[in-house]
């Protein structure tokens, strides 16, 4: 055991840092407010909804309400929670989690670079089968699900809801439709 171990935290230390992190906790949830309202008033100089669904504004007026609706619950929360919170045990997660997280940053980069080159359905298994390989999952079942969920998104979204994906290359899977 070490000395800061074996030692109480300092009250008063413990104080000023739940008031430095509600302080900021407040903060970012109003900017996070005015960010809401913004995308709201912007979203309603799209239409709304066309004859065939959903317009260009249904969606970004549905997520800034959301998004004002959970900033505000943050707000209301910090000043109901009277807890003494060490922020810093909140912010930085554990070395573990900020590996994960890198990871799924770079194939969230990967898709977004290699989907036109490679087509939709390649570039959408490769990223399935690394994310679940990193979760531990069985690699058969890795395999199957990437696969799976690579052509079945892509025939949902080509054939139900008759969205554009880029193909793979050279026909690669044209045999199948994709």
Not at 22 to 42: C, H, K, M, P
Not at 122 to 142: D, E, G, K, P, Y
């Amino acid at each position: 055991m070490t000395l800061e171990q074996e030692l109480p935290p300092d009250p008063a230390a413990v104080a000023a840092n739940n008031r430095l992190g509600v302080t900021l906790q407040r903060g970012v949830s109003i900017v996070l407010i005015a960010l809401g309202l913004y995308v709201v008033v912007q979203s309603l100089a799209l239409s709304y909804y066309t004859p065939v669904g959903p317009g260009p504004g249904f969606f970004p007026f549905w997520l800034g309400l959301l998004l004002i609706a959970l900033s505000a619950a943050s707000v209301i929360a910090s000043f109901v929670s009277k807890m003494p919170v060490v922020f810093e045990d909140m912010i930085i997660p554990e070395p573990a989690a900020s590996a994960q997280m890198a990871i799924n940053f770079v194939m969230v980069g990967f898709f977004a670079l290699t989907v036109v080159p490679l087509g939709f359905v390649l570039s959408m298994f490769v990223v399935l089968l690394v994310l679940l390989l990193v979760n531990r999952v069985h690699v058969l079942m890795a395999l199957a699900v990437a696969l799976g969920g690579g052509l079945g998104a892509s025939y949902a979204f080509s054939n139900w809801l008759h969205v554009y994906l880029p193909p793979a290359p050279y026909g690669a899977l044209s045999a199948i439709g994709l």
